[in-house]
């Protein structure tokens, strides 16, 4: 699986973090890239949303994790790319049931509510989840490629 991972400066810290724990892990199946901020220095949270989420649209990774303070503006940031299912997740069942049911193929962190040893733990389900594609979870994700692609016409 490719990996990309990105934050804001309020998420700098718990992303560091979370790079460590993942190569200590060493899987092999994992590549991960990390796609900034490189200092702990004032950014924009909607900035590296943005960047992350073309990285996976284009297919340069296959899922992302997304960090700032809160979770909650880079959530709606990283949702606004089409093709982007984010989801602020505090819980490991919404961790991994995210991607198995709605195909989530981007996990958001706020590091003001979520400590280093429960960001672990969801960034596990997350990554350990696949997508059922059951028929209910089929037609749900073309209702959202069709809202998506009706909104984005609609807006040109």
Avoid: W
Avoid at 57 to 83: E, M, Y
Avoid at 90 to 95: F, H, K, L, R
């Amino acid at each position: 699986m490719k990996l990309a991972i990105a934050s804001d400066h309020r998420g700098y810290e718990l992303k560091k973090h979370l790079i460590e724990h993942l190569d200590k892990r060493q899987n092999s199946l994992l590549r991960m890239t990390d796609l900034g901020p490189l200092l702990p220095l004032p950014v924009d949270y909607p900035d590296f949303a943005e960047k992350l989420g073309k990285f996976i649209i284009q297919g340069f990774a296959t899922r992302g994790i997304l960090i700032c303070g809160s979770g909650v503006g880079a959530s709606i940031a990283a949702n606004k790319i089409p093709g982007i299912r984010a989801a602020l997740c505090n819980d490991v069942y919404s961790a991994h049931q995210g991607v198995e049911d709605d195909d989530m193929n981007v996990l958001v962190l706020g590091s003001g509510s979520v400590g280093p040893l429960l960001a672990q733990d969801l960034v596990h389900a997350f990554l350990q989840a696949h997508f059922q594609h059951e028929e209910r979870h089929m037609r749900r994700l073309r209702k959202i490629a069709l809202l998506e692609e009706r909104l984005t016409q609609r807006s040109a």
